[in-house]
């Protein structure tokens, strides 16, 4: 069964910086496309970045609202998936999910069939 | 940048009724376009992608059609699970993007 657990949300301050991390079970990890996808109360869903397969070059693409602040990695020996973001603004208040295609995605690695639960992240003083 | 409009962005519906929601990219994304579902308080799933595959698991009364810049979500007759927020993304391109969704409710 594939899972996907995000960890580290919770309550930060502005312009500090937060940590969120994506487990990965259940199918090979370092073989998938991973996405950040964030949800603000109340609002749509909207694409934070992405990571490709190491074997895909583990380059790196970024949403104009985040990019200069935010970096996403991972680590395929303990199938996570990390993302960091800094200089946190009120606006960043979200539950954030990693979503995936899962390995083997062919020529469209951007349509998401596997979820994590998300993490909220609150920013408030 | 590709912008992803939804109409409407919500609607009121009966169960038993055929639905239809549409999406326009603001330039042609082929047929790399994805349809998901989001209830309340959970992560959202995806019910078609490459514009009109349905994913496995999903029923039958969904389908999807379309190619370059305009697509279409069609409930053929609407279900009480089926009350959510559907939402339209393409993947053509870097940034991916959603539409600003539909919330589909009981009338």
């Known amino acids: 069964e594939v899972q996907l657990v995000e960890s580290g949300g919770g309550l930060e301050k502005p312009g500090g910086s937060l940590r969120l991390s994506c487990l990965v079970s259940?199918?090979?990890?370092?073989?998938?496309?991973m996405s950040w996808v964030r949800q603000a109360p109340g609002k749509g869903l909207e694409w934070v970045g992405r990571?490709?397969?190491?074997?895909?070059?583990?380059?790196?693409d970024y949403a104009a609202p985040v990019r200069g602040r935010i970096t996403i990695s991972r680590d395929d020996s303990k199938n996570t998936l990390f993302l960091e973001l800094d200089y946190l603004k009120i606006e960043d208040t979200a539950v954030y999910y990693c979503a995936t295609a899962g390995p083997h995605c062919g020529g469209d690695c951007g349509r998401w069939g596997y979820w994590g639960l998300g993490s909220l992240v609150t920013v408030s003083s | 940048d590709i912008q992803m409009t939804q109409s409407p962005s919500s609607l009121s519906a009966s169960v038993g009724d055929r639905v239809t929601i549409t999406c326009r990219a603001s330039q042609s994304i082929s047929r790399y376009l994805n349809w998901y579902q989001q209830k309340p308080g959970k992560a959202p799933t995806l019910l078609i992608y490459?514009?009109?595959n349905l994913q496995s698991g999903v029923p039958s009364r969904f389908s999807g059609s379309g190619s370059g810049t305009d697509f279409a979500l069609t409930i053929s007759s609407l279900q009480s699970e089926d009350f959510a927020t559907y939402y339209c993304q393409q993947s053509y391109s870097s940034p991916l993007a959603f539409g600003g969704g539909t919330k589909v409710g009981i009338k």
């Open positions: 990571i490709r397969s190491k074997g895909d070059g583990g380059s790196t």
């Open positions: 259940g199918f090979t990890f370092s073989h998938a496309w």
């Open positions: 490459a514009a009109s």
